[in-house]
């Protein structure tokens, strides 16, 4: 097995592009686990660790950038007014020792449906940044991103740079259920976020489909029935939870069963709506 430490970012492309089938590696809590279990027996590792440019945290143009090596412990202490549903999902990983190594782009390099970060990004519409040496930065939707289990939309010669999200606009939240709770592996996971500017709750549903991905429907409906100016209707949360629970396409397996993904997804749904709103009801009346 060959390692490539390159030291730019310059370099990292570079090794990519002549080596496509290189494995990168940051943090390592995902490809070392399946290298020590024998579950993959890459040709090499590109050890990103020394890249001194994927360690960045910046707004630009109003936008929130995050390399991907920032590890899950920074995303909480730096970014948890900014991102909070990002922020409330990065407490969940792991442990800290985990949170200190692991990062937002290492979850999406692995694709994993169960993945924390994923459904934050989905309901808060991030964009993932991109690049190959010979072809330029590609930015990617968050919704655009993952193409099935553990599979993703990058191209062999590409590394992800960095991700893009607005900061929060309204209250955000993340929700986990695992089979215990802490380093554990989500059985079902959902997130929401509230966007007053433009009248619309984003969804990001964790560990209950081949991929993470929104509740389209429910985000329509909410569009179409949710009164702003108005307390919550416990009509439209409870059909909010249901259409939550119909976006997802869940299997039974070792973690459980997939009636009971759906069901928690619909209480989780009810849940974080309803934390949402009533933090969005106190600013507004402050």
């Known amino acids: 097995m060959d390692f490539l430490r390159p030291t730019t970012w310059e370099e990292a492309l570079a090794a990519k592009a002549d080596q496509p089938e290189a494995v990168p590696i940051q943090g390592g809590t995902d490809v070392m686990v399946e290298i020590n279990f024998d579950v993959r027996r890459p040709v090499a590792l590109l050890d990103l660790n020394q890249v001194r440019e994927l360690q960045d945290v910046e707004l630009v143009d109003g936008v929130q950038r995050v390399g991907a090596g920032v590890p899950y412990v920074r995303v909480i202490e730096e970014l948890g007014g900014a991102l909070p549903g990002l922020a409330q999902a990065?407490?969940?990983?792991?442990?800290?020792?985990?949170?200190?190594?692991?990062?937002?782009?290492?979850?999406?390099?692995?694709?994993?449906?169960?993945?924390?970060?994923?459904?934050?990004?989905?309901?808060?519409?991030?964009?993932?940044?991109?690049?190959?040496?010979?072809?330029?930065?590609?930015?990617?939707?968050?919704?655009?991103?993952?193409?099935?289990?553990?599979?993703?939309?990058?191209?062999?010669?590409?590394?992800i740079r960095a991700f893009r999200m607005k900061p929060a606009e309204g209250p955000q939240y993340f929700s986990k259920v695992g089979t215990r709770n802490a380093m554990v592996i989500a059985v079902c996971s959902f997130a929401v976020a509230l966007h007053p500017s433009e009248r619309r709750v984003g969804t990001g549903i964790g560990s209950a489909a081949p991929t993470p991905r929104r509740a389209l429907e429910a985000e329509?409906?909410?569009?179409?029935?949710?009164?702003?100016?108005?307390?919550?209707?416990?009509?439209?949360?409870?059909?909010?939870?249901?259409?939550?629970?119909?976006?997802?396409?869940?299997?039974?397996?070792?973690?459980?069963?997939?009636?009971?993904?759906?069901?928690?997804?619909?209480?989780?749904?009810?849940?974080?709506?309803?934390?949402?709103?009533?933090?969005?009801?106190?600013?507004?009346a402050a």
Request: charged share 30%.
């Open 220 to 284: 329509a409906f909410m569009a179409a029935e949710l009164d702003w100016d108005a307390r919550l209707d416990p009509a439209v949360l409870k059909r909010f939870g249901e259409l939550c629970a119909r976006a997802a396409s869940p299997i039974d397996d070792v973690r459980g069963t997939a009636d009971y993904r759906r069901h928690a997804l619909a209480v989780m749904a009810r849940r974080t709506l309803t934390w949402a709103w009533n933090d969005y009801r106190k600013a507004r």
């Open 90 to 159: 990065s407490r969940t990983v792991g442990s800290p020792q985990i949170r200190n190594r692991a990062s937002v782009g290492g979850n999406l390099g692995a694709a994993s449906p169960a993945g924390d970060s994923h459904p934050p990004l989905l309901a808060g519409d991030a964009v993932i940044e991109v690049e190959s040496r010979d072809r330029g930065v590609r930015l990617i939707p968050a919704a655009e991103f993952y193409l099935g289990v553990k599979r993703s939309a990058l191209e062999p010669d590409e590394l």
